[in-house]
């Protein structure tokens, strides 16, 4: 009976054991699920701050479109994040028994010279060579349509052909704030679309050297997210001093903005 005993007792230490490895195991699985989510959810955060920037951009909400740019750059560049992959990299080593990660992605995002930035770039430069040609083909549809030689009257003629292209200026400046703005959603759109997967994609194949590269990348891209909306800030004010009204509700409290201003400096 004693040797039975023992026995019974081996088999349930041997059964505690594999009881306790498996709660372990599901424990680290937990964990990797928990840790690979966090890293995921950045792809769908961006696509939902694209459709926000839509709404504020039409809006002419200058205020949320400075917050939405830097949330665009911390979504992409965050410590938290680059956590969060080195913890799904380093549990899934300890779990298939592979070799632990040999530096952490920060440390292999530090070494990396030569990433060049693949995201879509914005210039003042093109956004005013968009509002001349804008302008320009407006000209000249406007010219033909007011020089078919029905007028009696020259300085009538004129005169209307003035107001056309004044609009068709307007409209133009306009646009030009709208395309500066709507240029973070396409920053947004381009990390989560082409820059993301390969993050999500290099860490599920234990890639770390493509996680970094993607990471880093995502992080050129994040970092021109403030200066993007300098742009619109500065063509949003061109166009306000153009055409107040342009702007909706936000123009008109501006300009509300502005009187009161006007009697506290006369006061």
């Not at 040797?3 to 009881?19: I, S």
């Not at 680059?82 to 080593?93: G, S």
């Amino acid at each position: 009976m004693g040797e039975l005993a023992d026995r019974v007792a081996r088999l349930e230490r041997e059964v505690a054991e594999a009881q306790e490895a498996l709660r372990i195991m599901k424990k680290v699985d937990e964990e990797i699920e928990c840790a690979m989510e966090e890293v995921e959810s950045v792809c769908e955060a961006l696509l939902n701050l694209s459709g926000e920037l839509d709404g504020e951009i039409a809006d002419h909400n200058y205020p949320a479109v400075e917050r939405c740019a830097y949330e665009l750059w911390g979504l992409v560049d965050s410590e938290q994040v680059r956590r969060a992959v080195d913890t799904v990299a380093l549990l899934t080593a300890v779990r298939d028994g592979g070799s632990l990660p040999a530096a952490s992605v920060p440390t292999l995002i530090s070494r990396l010279k030569d990433v060049k930035a693949s995201h879509p770039t914005l210039t003042q430069e093109a956004l005013d060579q968009e509002v001349q040609a804008a302008t320009d083909r407006a000209a000249d549809i406007w010219k033909r349509i007011y020089d078919d030689g029905s007028w009696d009257s020259e300085d009538e003629r004129k005169e209307h052909l003035a107001d056309h292209l004044r609009e068709a200026r307007q409209e133009a400046i306009s646009d030009r704030a709208v395309r500066a703005g709507r240029f973070l959603m396409e920053l947004c759109d381009h990390l989560a679309e082409t820059v993301w997967p390969e993050v999500t994609d290099g860490l599920r194949g234990a890639d770390l050297e493509r996680v970094a590269r993607a990471l880093k990348e995502a992080s050129l891209a994040g970092e021109t997210a403030p200066a993007v909306y300098k742009l619109y800030e500065v063509n949003l004010s061109v166009q306000y001093e153009s055409d107040p009204y342009s702007l909706g509700a936000m123009g008109e409290q501006l300009m509300a903005f502005e009187s009161w201003l006007g009697v506290q400096e006369k006061g």
